[in-house]
């Protein structure tokens, strides 16, 4: 088969035949949103943010440089959950752009009905700070970064799911990175099933 039929498989599966989840996940910062949004567009899968489900308590919360607890991201989770199933009900693969700090938070994704992969996104705290300097109209308050690297879980060995990306490098690079490596988690589930 060559690479291009290969390609064009793999992209049916994605689309038609097995619900995926595409995770990419990190502190803020790291550039999810947009990641997700580019891997979202080249595979058409429905791009979802889980910023968009913060309740506005939460974002004013957050702006006051406050980190949220665990308690105050249960009904966050909860939301985001349900829409996800109802996509999936939907038969819809999803790239989703989630901080996946906790790892008993993550393996809420893995009991989805989705075929869910990772895509863990890495930088140095410098790096993310003068990323964030230069946003605008975000409510995550930059003073929360600190925070966010305390409460950021790295996954586990066990976590077999999750592909690590140097998100340092420039956007295109890391986001050929992200689409390479959902086309070849494609293939594998094509080639299980």
Known sequence: MTNKAQQVLAQHVLEKKVPHLFIVMGVSGTGKSS??????????????DADDFHSEQAKKYMAENKPLTDEMRAPWLAAILKHLNSLYQQGQSVALAYSGL?????????????????????????????????????????????????AMQAPLLSESDVSPINSERPFLLVANEINKLSQLVTRKVMTKK
Do not use: G, W
């Open 35 to 48: 990641l997700a949004k580019t891997l979202a567009d080249e595979h058409s899968l429905i791009f979802v």
């Open 102 to 150: 906790k790892s008993a938070h993550r393996n809420l994704f893995r009991d989805l009905p989705f075929y869910c992969h990772f895509f863990y996104l890495t930088a140095n705290k410098e790096v993310i700070a003068k990323r964030m300097a230069q946003r605008e109209n975000h409510f995550f308050s930059p003073a929360l970064l600190a925070s966010q690297f305390a």
